[in-house]
C-alpha cells in the first residue's frame, strides 16, 4: 500500500503533478525497513465538505478559507474529492531502521491488532 502525505490523486492526474515521492523513496535510499498499515478509513460524514454535520466547525472554516501556500499546495488541494476517496484507506508508516524488518512488521501487527 502505498504511502504518500497527501490525498488520492484524481485518475490520470498524477503524471502531469510536480510531487515529490521521497516520503517513501527515503527508506529505500538508507535501506531502512518500512511497513504501512491501514488505521481508518475516509469517511464521507466525518471528512466530506461538511464535516460531521457541523458546517460552522473550525475545521470546516479553515478548509473553506484555505489560500494555498505554492502551485504544489494548490494542486493537492483541488485533488480533494470525497467522493472519490471515501471508504479507501488512510495508512501510517512504521519505519524499523536498517535490519528492522522484524521490529517494523511487530509493530505493524500490534497497531493493526489495536485498531482493530
Known amino acids: 500500500m502505498p504511502v504518500t502525505p497527501w490525498v488520492g490523486y484524481r485518475p490520470k492526474s498524477w503524471v502531469v503533478s510536480a510531487q515529490w515521492l521521497g516520503y517513501t523513496a527515503l527508506w529505500n535510499l538508507l535501506d531502512y525497513a ?5 488505521v481508518t478509513c475516509a469517511d464521507a460524514g466525518v471528512d466530506g465538505p461538511e464535516g460531521n454535520g457541523n458546517s ?5 472554516r479553515e478548509w473553506r ?52
Open 56 to 60: 460552522d466547525s473550525e475545521i470546516i
Open 65 to 116: 478559507a484555505h489560500v494555498p501556500r505554492n502551485a504544489s499546495d494548490r494542486f493537492n488541494y483541488l485533488q480533494y474529492d470525497i467522493d472519490l476517496v471515501k471508504d479507501m484507506p488512510v495508512t501510517v508508516q512504521v519505519v524499523g531502521g536498517k535490519f528492522g524488518e522484524e521490529k517494523a512488521v511487530a509493530v505493524a501487527k500490534v497497531l493493526d491488532e489495536v485498531l482493530r
Open 34 to 38: 518500512a511497513v504501512t498499515v491501514p
